[in-house]
């Protein structure tokens, strides 16, 4: 790759919902610059949300340098003449809609206009993946580049010292975290990222009446949501504050189960090598319930049939915000049989190559 010429490339990312399209955005922008040395320009549409997660930007800026990533605040409506010329490489992050000004300046400069889409287990993404597209209005050749949980993906994001920093990790610095967020080292730690539609103070009834003793990591903004009782006699709720990604990453790694949603803290979940419950983006008619079989099925093949079925039903319940106490019972009698899964599948899932790796070949063969 050295012989080649450098990449610079327009990564564009709306926010839609929450911090889950800037939160992809900003780790593959990361990954680009400090793994592989490329000139990134992020342009997205919303600073205060994306500030949350990058609190060194400054909201009164159009264009900044951040960690040497080029960040623009942009429009992308149709009229719109805020976004750079491109260069030669354009990533569209979930494939969204850009002006066809823009559209038609990246067909005259003839860049490779990849759209990067998201997340799925389904099998038909392995037939999708590198497939071309022509848009009907400008007549721009778009390519299809789907991350996924098979070689005939782009594979799952993940930056190059992820394992060597996970392996590194140790209980004196599992001991550090828990402290500083008000915990209790020595009991077990559930972390709850989830949709505010969950019935959240159902199921830490659930456990307390189970008199499973735990402590429950919350985000603050989600926490200031709930209505929770004072007279809980076996669990504790600690709300946290927002982290960077590099802390969450370890409030994972110190938890003895997580709850996660939507696709960015999915993967890391995947990455943290603990066991998970992943709860995907809600969507009309179902769908998302679609997505989350087929992750599952996937995920569980190298399962025994006893845990694949808890772990399946478990998920099903989360998503249809059902609290079987019996199945949360037997969740628990098996946490050591999860842990040693759920390690293995991302020992597994590290041997692939990672999303932004492939993307970068695939830039560098075209």
Same mark, same amino acid.
């Not at 990449?7 to 990954?31: E, N």
């Not at 087929?294 to 694949?308: G, I, N, P, T, V």
């Given at each position: 790759?050295?012989?080649?010429?450098?990449?610079?490339?327009?990564? +564009?990312?709306?926010?839609?919902?929450?911090?889950?399209?800037?939160?992809?955005?900003?780790?593959?922008?990361?990954?680009?610059?400090v793994?592989?040395?490329?000139?990134?320009?992020?342009?997205?549409?919303?600073?205060?949300?994306?500030?949350?997660?990058?609190p060194?930007?400054?909201?009164?800026? @159009?264009?900044?340098?951040?960690?040497?990533?080029?960040?623009?605040?942009?429009?992308?409506?149709?009229?719109?003449? &805020?976004?750079?010329?491109p260069?030669?490489?354009?990533?569209?992050?979930?494939?969204?809609?850009?002006?066809?000004?823009?559209?038609?300046?990246?067909?005259?400069? =003839?860049?490779?206009?990849?759209?990067?889409?998201?997340?799925?287990?389904?099998?038909?993404?392995?037939?999708?993946?590198?497939?071309?597209?022509?848009?009907?209005?400008?007549?721009?050749?778009? +390519?299809?580049?789907?991350?996924?949980?098979?070689?005939?993906?782009?594979?799952?994001?993940?930056?190059?010292g992820?394992?060597?920093?996970?392996?590194?990790?140790?209980?004196?610095?599992? =001991?550090?975290?828990?402290? &500083?967020?008000?915990g209790?080292?020595n009991?077990?730690?559930?972390?709850?990222?989830?949709?505010?539609?969950?019935?959240?103070e159902?199921?830490?009834?659930?456990?307390?009446?189970?008199?499973?003793?735990?402590?429950?990591?919350?985000?603050?903004?989600?926490?200031?949501?709930?209505?929770?009782?004072?007279?809980? @006699?076996?669990?504790?709720?600690?709300p946290?504050?927002?982290?960077?990604?590099?802390?969450?990453?370890?409030?994972?790694?110190?938890?003895?189960?997580?709850?996660?949603?939507?696709?960015? &803290?999915?993967?890391?979940?995947?990455?943290?090598?603990?066991?998970?419950?992943? @709860?995907?983006?809600?969507?009309?008619?179902?769908?998302?319930?679609?997505?989350?079989?087929?992750?599952?099925?996937?995920?569980?093949e190298?399962?025994?049939?006893?845990?694949?079925?808890?772990?399946?039903?478990?998920?099903?319940?989360w &998503?249809?915000?059902?609290?079987?106490?019996?199945?949360?019972?037997?969740?628990?009698? @098996?946490?050591?049989?999860?842990?040693?899964?759920?390690?293995?599948?991302?020992?597994?899932?590290?041997?692939?190559?990672?999303?932004?790796?492939?993307?970068?070949?695939?830039?560098?063969?075209?």
């Amino acid at each position: 790759m050295s012989n080649k010429s450098p990449i610079v490339c327009h990564l +564009t990312c709306k926010v839609i919902d929450f911090f889950g399209d800037i939160g992809v955005a900003w780790r593959i922008a990361k990954q680009l610059k400090v793994d592989f040395n490329i000139e990134v320009h992020l342009l997205v549409d919303d600073l205060v949300t994306t500030k949350r997660l990058i609190p060194s930007i400054d909201l009164s800026l @159009q264009k900044q340098t951040i960690n040497g990533i080029n960040i623009y605040h942009c429009d992308f409506s149709e009229d719109s003449t &805020s976004l750079p010329p491109p260069p030669d490489f354009v990533f569209n992050l979930f494939n969204i809609d850009l002006p066809h000004s823009y559209k038609t300046l990246i067909k005259r400069k =003839k860049s490779k206009y990849i759209a990067i889409e998201y997340l799925s287990a389904e099998p038909w993404v392995d037939n999708f993946h590198l497939k071309p597209s022509i848009d009907p209005q400008s007549g721009l050749i778009k +390519t299809f580049f789907y991350p996924g949980f098979t070689n005939q993906t782009g594979g799952l994001i993940r930056e190059k010292g992820l394992f060597l920093r996970r392996e590194a990790f140790d209980q004196s610095r599992r =001991k550090e975290l828990i402290q &500083s967020l008000g915990g209790d080292p020595n009991l077990y730690s559930i972390s709850l990222f989830y949709y505010p539609i969950q019935k959240i103070e159902v199921f830490l009834d659930v456990i307390d009446h189970i008199k499973k003793p735990a402590q429950f990591f919350i985000p603050q903004y989600l926490f200031d949501l709930l209505k929770l009782k004072n007279n809980y @006699q076996f669990i504790h709720i600690i709300p946290y504050p927002f982290l960077n990604h590099d802390d969450f990453d370890i409030l994972l790694w110190s938890c003895d189960l997580n709850f996660v949603r939507g696709e960015d &803290s999915w993967t890391r979940a995947i990455w943290a090598g603990k066991p998970f419950i992943w @709860q995907p983006y809600i969507q009309e008619n179902d769908i998302h319930l679609i997505k989350l079989k087929a992750f599952l099925k996937r995920y569980c093949e190298a399962c025994d049939q006893d845990l694949s079925e808890i772990l399946i039903k478990m998920h099903d319940d989360w &998503s249809n915000n059902k609290f079987n106490e019996v199945l949360w019972r037997d969740f628990f009698k @098996q946490q050591a049989r999860l842990e040693a899964f759920v390690l293995k599948q991302s020992h597994h899932y590290f041997k692939e190559a990672s999303f932004v790796d492939s993307l970068v070949d695939y830039c560098y063969e075209t």
